[in-house]
């Protein structure tokens, strides 16, 4: 699922024309990629800013939503690179959400 996403990473910005458009979905990789996180060696894992991208890419259309396993792994994401700009001596919460 890594090495997917990596090249969905580097094609994503050539085009919509489909010419170099990979023949997988990138929320279903981005899914298994989730569950599987603590699997992937550290030299395949995809860092914050290809996660972030991907996580764009995966947005849903109108009648669609993203899974919870996405949705906390955006809010995830996005709190870790968030922590920069974060004070030496404040705090960072993360607000999951949970199957009903």
């Known amino acids: 699922h890594a090495c997917r996403l990596k090249l ?4 994503a910005g050539l085009g919509d024309d489909g010419a170099m458009r990979c023949p997988w979905s990138v ?6 990629y989730s569950t599987k996180h603590h699997l ?3 030299a395949c894992r995809l860092t914050t800013e290809e996660e972030l991208l991907l996580l764009q890419l995966c947005s849903p259309t109108a009648r669609d ?6 949705l906390n792994r955006k809010a995830y ?3 870790v ?4 700009q974060l004070p030496p001596d404040k705090s ?3 607000t999951l959400g949970t199957e009903k």
């Open 65 to 70: 939503r993203l899974s919870l396993t996405l």
């Open 92 to 94: 960072l919460t993360v």
């Open 40 to 42: 992937v060696s550290s």
């Open 8 to 11: 969905s990473v580097v094609t």
């Open 81 to 84: 690179s968030s922590l920069a």
């Open 27 to 32: 929320a279903e990789e981005m899914e298994e």
């Open 77 to 79: 994401v996005t709190a």
